[in-house]
């Protein structure tokens, strides 16, 4: 089996990343370079070592096959939740526009609501908070998830994500997580999150 075609790459850096207020240059590009790539290099690794994997023993306990079959998920899940986290980031905060704008105020009561409720799913979660849209009912939600592979509710899909892994603030905010997510919130790209609405509700509309 060639390994080539299953290489992942990670996602082009993004300058305006470099010049946000409230970020040291050091804070993102540590988290960028180091912790995203480091994912994305591990499942290069863990996909070539699937390959020759054991699957005669694999055990629910202790298997090579389960280790590297977790090990997978979870680095997998840590490429794709900070790409559409630094793919979010860079902007200029503020309110997002058109009908995302018009949902948020219609599931939440008001944009200062669910502003308020996704700020308090960043200080109460042990990795990310994240809005998304719930096909079961139709709406949107606040989750939160204690690690890259614990939480995260299926089917739905993501609109804007935070991480709040002390990896991301503690060189610029040490312990006041609190500053570190207004700040996020001020930084955020709302052109990213219409964009995954948009594609969202195109989908559904030609379903
Ligand atoms: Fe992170």
Same mark, same amino acid.
């Given at each position: 089996?060639?390994?080539?075609? $299953? ?14 207020? *409230? ?31 054991? $699957? ?34 860079? *902007? ?7 009908? #995302?704008?018009? $949902?948020?105020?219609?599931?939440? *009561?008001?944009?200062?609501? +669910? ?6 799913? *960043?200080?109460?979660?042990?990795? +990310?908070?994240?809005?998304?849209? !719930? ?9 939160? #998830? ?5 939480? #995260? ?6 609109? #804007? ?27 955020? !790209? +709302? ?5 995954? +609405? ?6 559904? !509309?030609?379903?």
């Amino acid at each position: 089996m060639s390994t080539s075609s $299953r290489t992942i790459n990670p996602i082009p850096f993004n300058p305006r990343l470099l010049s946000m207020p *409230g970020f040291s240059e050091r804070q993102i590009l540590e988290h960028f370079n180091v912790l995203y790539k480091g994912y994305v290099n591990k499942v290069n690794e863990i996909r070539e070592k699937l390959q020759f994997a054991n $699957r005669q023993e694999a055990n629910a306990t202790y298997s090579e096959y389960r280790g590297l079959k977790k090990g997978e998920t979870y680095a997998m899940d840590g490429v794709i939740l900070h790409e559409l986290y630094f793919e979010n980031l860079g *902007g200029t905060g503020g309110l997002p526009r058109g009908n #995302l704008l018009y $949902r948020l105020e219609e599931d939440f *009561g008001s944009i200062h609501s +669910w502003r308020h409720d996704f700020m308090a799913a *960043g200080m109460a979660a042990r990795g +990310w908070a994240i809005l998304t849209f !719930d096909p079961r009912d139709g709406r949107l939600h606040n989750y939160l #998830l204690d690690a890259h592979d614990h939480g #995260l509710v299926a089917n739905t899909t993501a609109l #804007l994500i935070l991480d709040v892994y002390e990896h991301a603030y503690f060189i610029d905010y040490g312990t006041r997580r609190a500053d570190y997510i207004t700040a996020f919130m001020q930084n955020v !790209d +709302w052109t990213a999150a219409e964009r995954r +609405w948009e594609k969202l509700t195109t989908q559904q !509309d030609h379903s």
